[in-house]
């Protein structure tokens, strides 16, 4: 898995340019940031945030291709494309990726990332791209909880439920890989948020054993509903990262 910095996705995205990330790390990456910039009138409108007291003008009114929704990952970025002549209009920070990206503004017709920045730092993806960016923000949402289970949070059970895209891992007789007497469990099954925790665990196993396993993507009202009856106490989430691996424990005491 693609080491991403939630702190600065252009480095990802610097990463993706050169054919050293993927899809799923790019979109992780911006999901995962908590600072875009974006303009004002989307701001208050569509994701009904209250009128910022500090925002960053610059021009009097946007000018964007019909359509397009223009996101900046800070101040510089921004200022290039105004010194390129773009009419910007006004924005603010503060709007996290999870927010951003969990349903865009109706009539967006192309999401652009940093526009007129240097190629390796800008994205742009179509509209087939936007239910993509909904599961990532998904995924990074439910992480944020993880985050804060692990923290000592209190488990919400209705949350892992309602989780609709699980993966774990099952040999050609359909049992399911645990990691036995780990995490205080009898026998948890390994469970990831995400193709690349998954693909992440797919590199840690044996060679022989990679070859037979196969991903599955199940939800969680299936794995709290099912494992137990098939001898797993708990779930191992996301044991290659990203973060902690969290023990979450079904059975027993």
Not at 137 to 147: D, I, P, S, T
Not at 216 to 244: F, H, I, W, Y
Request: aromatic letters at 10%; one cysteine or more; hydrophobic letters at 45%.
């Amino acid at each position: 898995m693609f080491a991403t910095d939630p702190t600065n996705p252009t480095t990802t995205l610097a990463a993706f340019a050169a054919q050293k990330a993927d899809v799923h790390d790019a979109f992780r990456a911006v999901v995962s940031y908590r600072n875009w910039l974006v303009p004002v009138p989307a701001l208050t409108g569509h994701y009904g945030q209250p009128t910022p007291t500090r925002r960053l003008a610059y021009s009097r009114a946007g000018e964007f291709p019909a359509g397009e929704l223009w996101l900046f990952t800070d101040d510089d970025a921004a200022h290039r494309a105004k010194a390129a002549g773009c009419n910007l209009g006004v924005y603010a920070t503060g709007l996290s990726g999870v927010e951003l990206f969990a349903a865009l503004p109706p009539g967006t017709t192309a999401v652009r990332v940093n526009p007129v920045s240097p190629a390796e730092l800008t994205w742009n993806f179509p509209p087939e791209a936007f239910a993509l960016a909904a599961a990532w923000a998904q995924v990074v949402r439910f992480e944020e909880a993880l985050g804060g289970w692990a923290a000592g949070a209190p488990v919400d059970l209705a949350v892992v439920a309602a989780y609709p895209q699980f993966q774990a891992f099952v040999f050609p007789n359909r049992t399911v890989l645990t990691m036995p007497e780990q995490g205080g469990m009898l026998n948890p099954a390994v469970v990831c948020t995400a193709p690349d925790c998954a693909k992440a665990i797919l590199l840690r196993v044996p060679e022989g054993m990679r070859a037979e396993l196969q991903m599955v993507s199940t939800t969680g009202r299936e794995l709290l509903d099912k494992l137990p009856g098939q001898g797993m106490d708990g779930l191992m989430l996301n044991p290659a990262g990203p973060g902690t691996p969290f023990p979450l424990r079904l059975t027993g005491p």
